[in-house]
């Protein structure tokens, strides 16, 4: 695909990606948002995104985005839906069903292609690498773009560890870097650095976290009234399941935290004896076979005995 086609003569675009918008969503939107701003100058491009998370203030123009989802556009000409299907666009959703043309990218195995033309590579690492893919006139790409993109496929690989990443992967990282950005930082600061309260919580996490499955699950799950007691919000539990999934012995992790009176969002980790995608979708979510993620009606005991009969059933088939 050469999203430059595809966007040729539409005078107004739309980017949107999904709700809860993690790195790869926000990296990817941001990073084709300032390249079509230069590729196609002639058109009006907006990005439609729930406000992203603070660590992600180094990437340029997130005071652009319409997070608020209003636009004086009646009907895109182009609507781009990055890193997930339609049904996940949030306030976005309805620009995209009104639009003349749309094009969904995305790398997530569950997503069958919600647009008039689909660019969905389930091997790749993310979105992000997905657009660097994308985007034929690579003279374009400056710096901010490439550090948007970086950011997006530094989030969704773990820092190039999860099995995602590919020799691909890494050839379009080195290319990324290459346009000068201090990459070490961004590591740094939008991956590994935590405030007070996201220590607080992760630490509150691991102590309360539960073993079972003769120790090859672990579950931990946060409700509202501690996320209260904390003042957190649903981004300072980012990486609390990734540090669950570091348990020695444990095959699968299940971090849970409560959104609503019986009702949970559900992240999957696996070190790959187990794929939590077909667990995900089981319950009507998705995701990668490593990491998945579902919301989910019920009790926390409800939901953990749901979730173990699926991923027991598969850990028989390894045995």
Known sequence: MNICEEAKGAAAIGIGGHVRPDGDCVGSAMGLYLYLKKACPESRVQVFLEKPAEIFSCIAGLDEIHADFATDVEAFDLFIALDTSKERLGGAEKYF?????????????SNKGSGDVNYIMPKASSTSELIYNVIEDKALIDEEIAKALYIGMMHDTGVFQYSNTSPDTLKTAAELISYGFDFSRLI??????????????????LLES?????????????DKKTMDFYRAV??????IVNQLRNTRGVECAIFMYQTNVLEYKV????????????VAEFFGGGGHMRAAGVTMPGTFHDIVNNLSGRIAEQLREKE
């Open 188 to 205: 740094d600061e939008t991956f590994y650095e935590k405030t007070y309260v996201q220590n607080q919580i992760l630490g509150r996490a």
């Open 97 to 109: 069903d009104e639009a003349k043309k749309t094009v969904n990218i995305d790398h997530h195995i």
């Open 210 to 222: 539960l073993l079972f499955m003769d120790g090859r699950c672990v579950v931990s799950m946060v």
């Open 234 to 239: 649903p981004a300072d539990l980012d990486g």
């Open 267 to 278: 992240s999957l980790r696996s070190n790959g004896k187990v794929d939590v995608a077909k």
